[in-house]
C-alpha cells in the first residue's frame, strides 16, 4: 500500500515545473495580471524559505517567497501558496505555511507581507495593513493586503511602496 502522509520539504529546483503547472491549474492565466505576480517577475525567490508538499510522489502544494522592499525597508512576499484542489481544506496550506514562516524567522527576516484573506492567514499571524500605509504596483484590494511580523516591532514606521529587491543595494 503506498504511503498517503503528507511530506512537507523544501523546494528544490527539480520542482519548477510541477510548481508551475499547478499554479497554472490553480490560477489560470489571470495570475500574470496580478500585483503580487508582478513583484515577482525577474526576481528570484528564496528557495531555502519555499516549501512543496508531496503525498508519495504526487506534488499537492506549494508556497514560495520573494524579496521585496517596502519603503527601504526589507521583506518578504509570500505567495503563491497553492494546494491542489482536491487536497484542499486537509491541512496541506497550513503545513505548508507553518513550516515556511518557520524557516523564514529562523533565517532573521522580519516581515513578510501577502495579499490574501485574513480569516484564513490571521490564524498564522497576519494583520491588515491599514489602508494607503504601503502602495502595491497595480490595483489592489487593500482589505487583503496584510503583514506579519517575525520580531516584536519590525513593521513600526514602515510604510511606502513595495518594490522588487534584486538584493544589490
Given at each position: ?10 523546494e ?83 503545513a ?74
Amino acid at each position: 500500500m503506498a504511503d498517503l502522509s503528507l511530506n512537507i520539504q523544501p523546494e528544490t529546483p527539480e520542482d519548477d515545473l510541477a510548481i508551475e503547472k499547478l499554479s497554472e491549474r490553480t490560477f489560470g492565466p489571470g495570475r500574470f495580471a496580478r500585483s503580487a505576480y508582478r513583484l515577482r517577475e525577474g526576481v528570484d525567490h528564496r528557495r531555502e524559505l519555499s516549501y512543496t508538499a508531496r503525498i508519495g510522489t504526487l506534488l499537492v502544494g506549494s508556497v514560495r517567497l520573494t524579496p521585496v522592499k517596502i519603503g527601504g525597508v526589507k521583506a518578504l512576499l509570500l505567495g503563491p501558496l497553492t494546494v491542489e484542489p482536491p487536497f484542499r481544506s486537509r491541512g496541506v496550506g497550513r503545513a505548508l505555511m507553518e513550516a515556511s514562516m518557520k524557516a523564514t524567522k529562523a533565517s532573521g527576516a522580519k516581515l513578510v507581507l501577502l495579499v490574501g484573506d485574513e480569516p484564513y492567514y490571521g490564524r498564522l499571524g497576519f494583520k491588515k495593513v491599514e489602508h494607503g500605509r504601503v502602495k502595491l504596483p497595480g490595483p489592489v484590494d487593500p482589505e487583503r493586503v496584510l503583514v506579519a511580523e517575525l520580531a516584536a516591532g519590525s513593521f513600526e514606521n514602515v510604510s511606502g511602496a513595495v518594490r522588487r529587491d534584486y538584493g544589490r543595494d
